[in-house]
């Protein structure tokens, strides 16, 4: 859906600069794991026990054609010629060699793609339904939101160390939702008021793991052009709030728990204020 510009392509590039040049510093020696750690993970880069793991991020699960075969490509040339397609529409690399990781991103960045923020305790993908805009039911097409999300949440000074990791879905069909937001940190379902405006029925403090948690309503209904605004909101009173202390109970689901949902809205709207 997005097409990258002149600003995105210089940005792409300078990034895989960068980290490439972590990773020769890292190899070398000159960086220690744990200064190396938040870096790689900021590139999507895991060091495993047995192998380590790249995920890039196919941002609200599209991908075009030049895309799909840069990416088999990617899995022969580096890999094993397999790769893994998660359940929150990104790919998985099992096995590159750390030291091909920054030739592997400029392979991505050459038909616009990355792996920014598919890591560490950041904004992670925004994820939608994979059959967004084919759904009868549909209020809208939810992509485009999530590409405005997106745009919003990568790099984000702000919102780059948060507590734990933090991740968005966004539903626009009225009766399914495939995207399962109510298992999302913040989870977006698209709705009209009675009259008839766009908005936005906001979800918040969901998820699976060791803690399952389904994500209460703080908010029935946000008006659409108010949604960066309060998602900033929220991240603020997540990142100001939320425990760093053990990251077991570092995910928002556990701070509105802690708080109730009443009492987290009403952070919420003060910040939002």
Not at 11 to 34: H, I, K, N, P, W
Not at 37 to 64: D, E, F, K, T
Not at 92 to 101: F, S
Not at 241 to 253: L, M, P, S, T, Y
Request: neutral net charge.
């Amino acid at each position: 859906m997005y097409v990258y510009d002149k600003h995105d392509r210089q940005m792409a590039t300078e990034r895989v600069a960068q980290f490439r040049d972590q990773t020769e510093r890292a190899l070398a020696g000159e960086l220690a794991e744990d200064e190396f750690l938040p870096l790689r993970l900021q590139n999507g880069l895991y060091i495993q026990r047995l192998a380590p793991m790249l995920r890039i991020c196919v941002p609200y699960g599209m991908l075009r054609s030049v895309q799909l075969r840069r990416l088999a490509r990617i899995t022969r040339d580096y890999d094993k010629g397999y790769a893994h397609f998660t359940t929150r529409q990104n790919v998985q690399l099992n096995w590159p060699a750390v030291e091909n990781v920054p030739d592997i991103l400029a392979e991505l960045a050459e038909v616009e793609m990355h792996a920014n923020q598919t890591s560490g305790n950041c904004i992670r993908n925004t994820t939608t339904d994979q059959f967004a805009y084919v759904q009868s039911d549909e209020v809208t097409d939810p992509r485009p939101y999530c590409e405005i999300i997106r745009q919003w949440s990568t790099f984000h000074p702000e919102f780059a160390y948060l507590p734990r990791k933090f991740k968005v879905a966004v539903n626009a069909s009225e009766h399914t939702d495939r995207a399962a937001i109510q298992v999302h940190d913040i989870g977006l379902q698209i709705v009209r008021n009675n009259a008839g405006e766009l908005g936005f029925r906001v979800h918040v403090g969901g998820g699976l793991g060791r803690t399952p948690m389904v994500a209460p309503v703080i908010r029935e209904f946000l008006p659409e052009l108010d949604l960066l605004t309060y998602l900033e909101a929220i991240l603020r009173v997540y990142n100001r709030f939320g425990r760093r202390d053990n990251k077991f109970k570092a995910r928002i689901k556990i701070l509105v728990k802690a708080q109730t949902p009443e009492g987290f809205a009403e952070k919420v709207e003060a910040e939002w204020a």
